[in-house]
């Protein structure tokens, strides 16, 4: 089920994973197990149908039912002329689907499948997180949080090793963030804060896409 969704969140690892490669210049190697007595990832709130997606609707019909307009990008290889529109809605469980002028498509599923989805998207990215808490090649990195649509993530290190460290990982959150609030039509909005582990103290403060600009 989520063909397409799974290989974004495969895509996200991949980009999770680079960020270790990044500093170290060798194959990423996560380290699932840790010593320290630092806390690992635990998410701030947990969903169970997420305060930023309107659910209210004017028309009867929309009740039931959420709209998503995933981007054409998200469609990228395939042969959109000969796209079999109703194989997707079958494969994903989703009610319809339909092509937009500029490659993009809009799906129309349940709630419930809508927060199944979203829930299947928060797990996956709090698992490549975790990966990340004291990995091999982030080893300064003691704590990801986050609030329930990723708009506010808070990353604990160890100052003095982050500081000196070639450091991507707020680039690569926010890129994984971003995908969450697409599935919630959510316009891009990622504060990433880097707090030193030992004293509570911000180190910095970094809102995507902002940063990207200029």
Known sequence: MFKKITSIILALTLILSFVGCAQSNT?????PSSSS???TSIPETTATEDPAVDYNVDTDEKLLTVDVTLPASFFEGEDMATFDTDAYVKENGFNSAKLNEDGSMTVTMTKSKHRE??????TSLDENFAELIEGEDTPYIKDITHNEDFTVVTMKVDRAAYENAFDM???AIAMSAAMYQMFIEMETHVEISIVDV???ETIKTTTYPDALEG
Do not use: D, M, Y
């Open 27 to 31: 194959e990423s190697t996560v380290n």
């Open 37 to 39: 007595s630092q806390p």
């Open 117 to 122: 989805l979203l829930k299947e998207i928060s």
């Open 169 to 171: 990982t707020p680039f």
């Open 198 to 200: 030992a004293t509570g």
